[in-house]
Structure formats: structure tokens, C-alpha cells
């Protein structure tokens, strides 16, 4: 099926503007609920988060049993949305995305995590088992990956050594603490992810493991 | 009842149809088209067209304005580019992980926008 079978028989690409248009790129924040997605997509956001949702379908169903909401036909996934504009050194729109860190989410994953620059993983040191999920779908995808450490007031505070080692990541994966409130600490965390891209990249170029 | 009305809700905007004839993702970005409306667009038609007029927007961004879930808003957008009123702004085939000058680039864009990242 052609993919613009809509638009006029004898231009398949009517569809496509001839302007010239910003890349587009994005960057995934995959977290449990309340590890602080929003706050953190929200702190580097030049629009406050808009939220939208996508309907978990039949594509789920072999793996979402929806179990204990039988009473509804469908039910819905929410995910934060931000953006970051840039005229400098090219025009470029940077879009992020929170979305839920649950396996029953993970088809959100597929589409989202396409073409991603990489993915921002927070992590609550109270709760880290809500990041194996995320940690082990974006390993196996082979998308680059940061592990974010929210500094909740009231949690005992872990080395970002300590945290590697209970999520057992490569030395290679960086971890981070962040306070996802601040603008600074969220816009670190970005940067980290995008050298950290940049490296991954680089060492399979040229052909070393890391 | 109200629950009732928020699953039924979204879909008559759609007069029932749950899947878009064009493929879109979520970050498909949209441009006003070279065709102006024949005649009354759909509210919500008329507001996405509204949203891309002023600059060029995503499906994700579209749907959330349009307080609709995005499988919604991507039925809605597919009528649109139908119509020639809304074209796909630009394919999605660039893969950054690929592409060294690109990450480059995100990185300079990201140092100039926080300049007091260390």
C-alpha cells in the first residue's frame, strides 16, 4: 500500500512540503510513575509539558492481560511532552518524551524510541527495581542510555557507583544524580545523554567493544 | 456515565474510524497545505490547521492541544492530508544515533541553550 494513497495519482510525495524544515529528534524518558518524568521534561521544556495519550490496543494484548479492568474496552497510556527549539548551529526541534516504565507500555517504546538520539532513564533509589524494565529494553534495542538519579528529600542518598552496581550496568552507561527540578541539573542530564550517544557511536566506528 | 462519554467521546470526532489512512508517528511533523478548505472544516480539523499555521507542529503536540488521545488525532490529521489542507512537514527517516555531525550538532545546540551546563 503506498504510503500517501490518499494524495493526488500522479504526485505520490503531494503530501510532502517543499519548505525547508527543522530535524527533528527526540529523547525518551522512561520512568515509573512519580520518579519525576514530568518535573524533568518540564525544568528543560520552552512549552509547559503538554500531556497526550495513546490507547493501549490490540497490539498489547498479548502481553496486557488487563487484568482488573475488564469493565473498560480500552484504557489509555499518558505521556509527557516537551520541546527544546534550536536556530543554532542548524535548525533542529528536540522533542522529549515521558513515558511510563512499566512492561505493559513497552509498545509506546517501539515508536517512540525510534530514531531516538537516546533515552533518560530516572531512577528513584527507593524504587529501583521500576528501572529494569527500561534498563533492559534499551540495552537490547542498543539505544544509548543515561540513568538519572532523582534526589528525593526524604530518600537515603546512594553513590551513582552504588546504583550502577544494583542495576548492574557497564561501566560505560553513565549515572548520574540529578535534581530534576532544576533547569541546570535537568539540561546536564540531557548533555551527558548526547555525549554520551556521541561515544558509543564513536567506539563502534571504530570498532572497539566497550 | 461520565466515564461513558469520555471512551465514546473521542471516536465520533472520528465517526467511529480508530485507525488513520495515512501512517503517522508521533513526531511526524505537519505543515499547512498549498490547498485552501473547500468549504467549514471540522472543529477539530480547523484547530490543527489553526496550531500549523503558526508554525509547524507534531502529531504528539497537535493531539495534546486538541485535548485528544493521539490515535484520535492522527484519524483527524489523516483526514487533513486528504483534504490537502495539512502535508507531512518532512519524512521521518533521519536516524541521529547514526550520525556523528548530527549529535554534534544537538550537542552545540544544547551548550548555547544552557550555558551554564559545565
Redesign the interface.
Known amino acids: 500500500m503506498p504510503v500517501y494513497a490518499g494524495n493526488s495519482p500522479t504526485s505520490p510525495d503531494a503530501a510532502i512540503s517543499r519548505a525547508t524544515p527543522p530535524t527533528l529528534l527526540k529523547i525518551v524518558v522512561a520512568g515509573g510513575f512519580g520518579v519525576g518524568k514530568t518535573t524533568l521534561v518540564g525544568a528543560v521544556s520552552e512549552i509547559p509539558p503538554l500531556t497526550t495519550e495513546e490507547y493501549l490496543t490490540e497490539a498489547s494484548s498479548r502481553t496486557d492481560p488487563l487484568a482488573g479492568v475488564e469493565a473498560k474496552s480500552t484504557t489509555t497510556v499518558a505521556m509527557d511532552f516537551g520541546r527544546i527549539t534550536f536556530d543554532d548551529p542548524q535548525p533542529m526541534v528536540l522533542y522529549l518524551f515521558g513515558t511510563p516504565g512499566q512492561d505493559r507500555f513497552l509498545f509506546t517504546w517501539d515508536d517512540l524510541a525510534h530514531g531516538a538520539v537516546g533515552a533518560v532513564i530516572p531512577a528513584d533509589t527507593r524504587r529501583l527495581a521500576d528501572s529494569f524494565t527500561a534498563v533492559g529494553y534499551f540495552e537490547q534495542r542498543g539505544l544509548p542510555f543515561v540513568i538519572a538519579v532523582n534526589q528525593f528529600d526524604n530518600a537515603h542518598r546512594y553513590t551513582p557507583d552504588e546504583v550502577r552496581h544494583a542495576l548492574e550496568l557497564p561501566a560505560t552507561v553513565p549515572v548520574l544524580l540529578c535534581d530534576a527540578r532544576q533547569t541546570r541539573s535537568a539540561a546536564t542530564v540531557l548533555i551527558t545523554l548526547v555525549r554520551h550517544a556521541l561515544a558509543t557511536l564513536a567506539s563502534s566506528t571504530t570498532g572497539i567493544r566497550s | 456515565m461520565a466515564e461513558d462519554e469520555q471512551?465514546l467521546r473521542p471516536y465520533a470526532v472520528t465517526q467511529g474510524r480508530t485507525r488513520p489512512?495515512?501512517?503517522m508517528?508521533?513526531?511526524t511533523?505537519l505543515?499547512p497545505g498549498r490547498t485552501q478548505p473547500a468549504g467549514p472544516l471540522a472543529p477539530e480539523a480547523a484547530q490543527a490547521l489553526a496550531l500549523c499555521r503558526t508554525e509547524?507542529r507534531?502529531v504528539?503536540?497537535i493531539?495534546?492541544?486538541l485535548g485528544l488521545?493521539?490515535?484520535v488525532?492522527k484519524v483527524v490529521l489523516?483526514d487533513c492530508?486528504?483534504a490537502?489542507v495539512l502535508?507531512?512537514?518532512?519524512?521521518?527517516t533521519?536516524?541521529?544515533?547514526?550520525s556523528?555531525q548530527?549529535?554534534?550538532?544537538?550537542?552545540?545546540?544544547?551548550?548555547?541553550?544552557?550555558p551554564?551546563?559545565?
Not at chain 2, 502535508?87 to 521521518?92: E, G
Not at chain 2, 533521519?94 to 547514526?98: A, K, R
Open positions: 471512551e489512512r495515512h501512517p508517528r508521533l513526531v511533523l505543515a509547524h507534531s504528539a503536540e493531539a495534546a492541544h488521545p493521539a490515535q488525532a489523516s492530508l486528504d490537502g502535508l507531512v512537514s518532512v519524512p521521518d533521519s536516524n541521529p544515533t547514526g556523528v548530527l549529535l554534534e550538532a544537538v550537542l552545540a545546540g544544547l551548550r548555547r541553550k544552557f551554564d551546563v559545565a
